[in-house]
């Protein structure tokens, strides 16, 4: 088994175990967009149950099926050892795994890896890439890094695939285990588009830095000071080395980067002390699997020996990119899941909203709400607005409508009679507050990205193959839902503070042509347009949605995980397209549009995994050795720009 399958699926543990949000009796009231366009017949049918929203579309899509904005032309959906880019377009790879960051680094060497080397070069597994402009500039600026895992097997010369289970992780050695720590967190790398067009790295910037599972870090927000997060290391609660699994991300107008901890369960060794208070905090989050030897050389990752430490992790990691010294700020307020992202859009009031996505099986669509306003003037007086406010979990009513559920203690059940003592113990139990509100049971929701333009908020909800047939409803309509949908969000009033909203889905995803699957693209989708497994993605500044996919198994679809463009406006909203695809055995993550949208960052993570289980890779036979194609050099997970030939915008 692949790393990233053990992250992906074998690591959502499925722990959600209260029956109150599948709604699970509800009969799908509520029409698929497919139904929608069978005609004015349905339309007129239908008017009684859905929004006005919903119906003004359906009218829309009774006319003549019409073409998209796009003006690319698609790729081929398959699968090699390279990536490809529509025609006009060049893909060019910007930082690969090792590169050297800083002018004393050292060049990569993979049989002469160090721990020291590696906290001065580019880390592994890239996922969020955020572009902070110098100024107002498109062509200059910071790019942010997460490094979300680290695959041993690719890595490491003659280490194989460790696993907890057949080898106690017995390859792996505390150098080993130093290297590790060294490539996961993240990278701040300043980045310039010269005269021919092409971007680079500036060496020598003063802004570059490396973040790793070692860099001190402040907890703040109500969690922190918290007996439970306390340690031997740490009595205040407000201390923690480092970061682990950082998936998605956002970055704030204030121009910081929010930097989402996801599958933290997988670094904690060990077993809990008998009959302590944290077993059913940490059952709810899949604690207790490690998929890292980390805890055998450190107690802090041996939950027998430091208990607490798990609670310090699972948080949204606020960094300052243009301070190296600053010490980044985990941000308890925001609440602690599996985070995939963490992306925002300033409210008409000024307040900032983050919507986020907790990225299991069965978990919860949440978003947060500062108390005070964005000071536009004033960067300063933003630093510690991510501190105070209010966090919310979805519901998804069966009308089309929903709500979102404060979790502040002492409202409703969130109180010490369902052990919520404080907002410090909301916080820390995120999950289990939201269970207890009876928040909407999910399929897997990754990035929730929100359009400024038009307010509709986008949720991807990967897949869920786990949902049984007495659990569908109508925001997660499919049974062994193996493709993933994407829910369109509008917040009453336009307003994002509102606690209420309207929803529908905007589109299930796979092969349109196999019927047992379900999808509802467009009929003007090709067999190459059709995705499924949306996980990242961007919006344009025409409102377009670019999605990213992890998970299309080579094997199983014959095609590549990648980019496909979707349209969600008009009439050839729902109509997708394959703009970009990725090497055997990757994902790609972090889409990201420079402000003028001329230019597309991307990560492509985990190039050269194994796509069946059988088949098992490893550094000297891996599925592929991009980007550098050089015999003894191991595939090296980086960040490509996408430009178009000749400059311009890109779609
Ligand atoms: Fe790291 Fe949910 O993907
Ligand atoms: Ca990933
Ligand atoms: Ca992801
Ligand atoms: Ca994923």
Redesign the pocket.
């Known amino acids: 088994m692949s790393r990233s399958a053990g ?2 699926a074998e690591r959502d543990l499925g722990c959600n175990p209260t029956p109150n949000a599948t709604m699970g009796e509800i009969i799908a009231a509520r029409f698929s967009r497919r139904d929608l366009m069978k005609g004015a017949m349905a339309v007129a049918a239908i008017s009684a149950t859905v929004g006005t929203q919903a119906l003004q579309r359906a009218q829309a899509q009774t006319r003549a099926p019409g073409a998209t904005r796009f003006t690319f032309g698609e790729i081929e959906a398959g699968v090699d050892e390279t990536h490809h880019v529509a025609q006009g377009y060049d893909a060019d790879v910007l930082l690969r795994w090792g590169d050297p960051l800083f002018p004393d680094a050292p060049a990569f060497d993979p049989q002469n890896q160090s721990a020291e080397a590696q906290a001065r070069q580019f880390g592994y597994n890239s ?1 969020f890439v955020g572009f902070i402009p110098i100024g107002n500039a498109a062509d200059h600026g910071l790019l942010v890094v997460n490094h ?1 895992y680290t695959n041993e097997e690719l890595m490491f010369p003659g280490v194989g695939i460790q696993d907890s289970k057949d080898a106690n992780f017995s390859k792996m050695t505390p150098a080993l285990v130093a290297i590790e720590m060294a490539a996961h967190g993240g990278a701040v790398v300043e980045v310039r588009r010269g005269a021919d067009g092409k971007w680079s790295h500036v060496m020598g910037s003063r802004y570059t830095r490396r973040i790793t599972a070692d860099t001190p870090m402040e907890i703040t927000g109500a969690a922190a000071g918290s007996d439970r997060i306390k340690t031997a290391a740490d009595p205040t609660g407000r201390r923690v080395l480092g970061t682990v ?1 950082n ?2 991300g956002g970055v704030t107008p204030w121009g910081t980067w929010l930097s989402a901890e ?2 933290f369960n997988g670094y904690f060794w060990g077993k809990l002390p008998e009959g302590h208070r944290e077993a059913g905090n940490y059952k709810r989050y899949g604690i207790g699997s490690p998929a890292y030897a980390w805890g055998k050389f450190h107690d802090r990752f041996d939950m027998s020996k430091e208990p607490n430490e798990a609670n310090r992790f699972g948080w949204v990691v606020e960094i300052d990119p243009f301070d190296p010294n600053s010490v980044p700020r985990k941000r308890t307020a925001l609440g602690r899941t ?1 985070h ?1 992202g963490a992306a925002g859009i300033v409210n008409r009031d000024g307040r900032y909203v983050i919507y986020l996505g907790d ?1 299991e099986r069965f978990d919860y669509v949440y978003k947060f709400v500062t108390a005070g306003r964005v000071d536009p003037a004033n960067r300063a007086a933003n630093l510690n607005l991510l501190d105070e406010g209010t966090l919310y979990v979805a519901r998804y009513d069966a009308n089309g409508t929903g709500e979102w559920l404060p979790l502040v203690h002492g409202q409703g059940p969130l109180n010490a009679a369902n052990g919520f003592a404080s907002q410090a113990d909301v916080l820390i139990e995120t999950r289990r507050a939201g269970d207890v509100l009876g928040a909407t049971k999910m399929d ?1 929701p ?1 990035d929730v990205e929100a359009d400024p333009r038009t307010h509709r908020v986008y949720v991807m909800l ?1 897949n869920n193959t786990r949902r049984g047939d007495e659990q569908v409803d109508p925001a997660n309509p499919r049974a062994r839902n193996a493709f993933g949908h994407i829910i369109e969000m509008k917040p009453e009033g336009d307003d994002h503070a509102s606690t209420r909203f309207t929803w529908e889905v905007l589109v299930k995803c796979g092969d349109p042509s196999v019927a047992a699957v379900g999808a509802t693209f467009s009929s003007e989708t090709t067999k190459n347009g059709w995705f499924g497994m949306p ?1 990242n993605c961007a919006i344009d500044s025409q409102g377009r949605l670019w999605i990213a996919t ?1 998970g299309n198994n080579a094997k199983a679809t014959g095609r590549a995980d990648g980019l496909w463009a979707l349209e969600t406006e008009g009439e050839g909203r729902g109509t997708s397209r394959h703009f970009f695809r990725v090497p055997a055995g990757a994902e790609l993550c972090g889409p990201c549009f420079t402000p003028d949208d001329a230019s597309l960052f991307a990560a492509i993570q985990h190039p050269g995994e194994s796509d069946d289980d059988k088949v098992p890779v490893s550094f000297e036979n891996p599925a592929t050795r991009w980007p550098d194609f050089k015999p003894g050099i191991p595939p090296r997970p980086s960040v490509v720009v996408i430009t178009r030939k000749g400059g311009g915008r890109i779609g």
Do not use: H, S
Request: hydrophobic letters at 5%.
């Open positions: 992250t992906e996922d979300e699994n998936c998605a996801e599958n599996k995939e990225d897997r990754e990967t996980d992890d």
